[in-house]
Antibody, heavy 126, light 107 residues
Framework: EVQLVESGGGLVQPGGSLRLSCAAS????????MNWVRQAPGKGLEWVSYISSSGSTIYYADSVKGRFTISRDNAKNSLYLQMNSLRAEDTAVYYC???????????????????WGQGTTVTVSS | EIVLTQSPGTLSLSPGERATLSCRAS???????LAWYQQKPGQAPRLLIY???SRATGIPDRFSGSGSGTDFTLTISRLEPEDFAVYYCQQYGSSKTFGQGTKVEIK
């Protein structure tokens, strides 16, 4: 079964740090680009960050640039999000989501995120 | 940055009716780069449509997508009870921004 499982969420004080993890199973993780997407309580979806299959290309939303770092360990089938200098407005459910398939140096995007985890909750509050 | 505006904010319909959801972009979006998602309370989003009009795996054919340029539409031909949810469009430009969502509720 294709699955993504996030972990690492919790309660943190403003200015603090947290590291989220996303464990992938049921597919060849190293062949897929990945994203983090978040959803504040009662709000819509907000794309946070993207990483290519090799980890060589990374993008961030302006709202987290300079504070968050996305990374991956293909040997461990895992995706990470290091979150520093956290603010109240970072409070959200954080989802990891699968993106395009890549093979032999080429990617075959469908321009949609087809597999999502169940999410992990981050609360930034004093 | 491309901004996506969805309308209406809420759509009140009865089972069996047709739902038409709109997604308008602040600048032209390649049709290949437009996706639609469904989200139910307490659940992760589910990919419905990619490339503006292609159904994702396992999505019933009552869901269809259309449009080009700056105007895109998600149509649900006959609403089933399980279709009442929030729907988001997303573009895959320089950033992968989402619209603010349309809630389809039971009338």
């Amino acid at each position: 079964e294709v699955q993504l499982v996030e972990s690492g969420g919790g309660l943190v004080q403003p200015g603090g740090s947290l590291r989220l993890s996303c464990a992938a199973s049921g597919f060849t993780f190293s062949s897929y680009e990945m994203n983090w997407v978040r959803q504040a309580p009662g709000k819509g979806l907000e794309w946070v960050s993207y990483i290519s299959s090799s980890g060589s290309t990374i993008y961030y939303a302006d709202s987290v640039k300079g504070r968050f770092t996305i990374s991956r360990d293909n040997a461990k089938n895992s995706l990470y999000l290091q979150m520093n200098s956290l603010r109240a407005e970072d409070t959200a459910v954080y989802y990891c989501a699968r993106d395009s398939y890549c093979s032999g140096g080429s990617c075959y995007p469908i321009y949609g995120m087809d597999v999502w985890g169940q999410g992990t909750t981050v609360t930034v509050s004093s | 940055e491309i901004v996506l505006t969805q309308s209406p904010g809420t759509l009140s319909l009865s089972p069996g009716e047709r739902a038409t959801l709109s997604c308008r972009a602040s600048q032209s979006v390649s049709s290949s780069y437009l996706a639609w998602y469904q989200q139910k309370p307490g659940q992760a989003p589910r990919l419905l449509i990619y490339g503006a009009s292609s159904r994702a795996t396992g999505i019933p054919d009552r869901f269809s997508g259309s449009g080009s340029g700056t105007d895109f539409t998600l149509t649900i031909s006959r609403l089933e009870p399980e279709d009442f949810a929030v729907y988001y469009c997303q573009q895959y430009g320089s950033s992968k921004t989402f619209g603010q969502g349309t809630k389809v509720e039971i009338k």
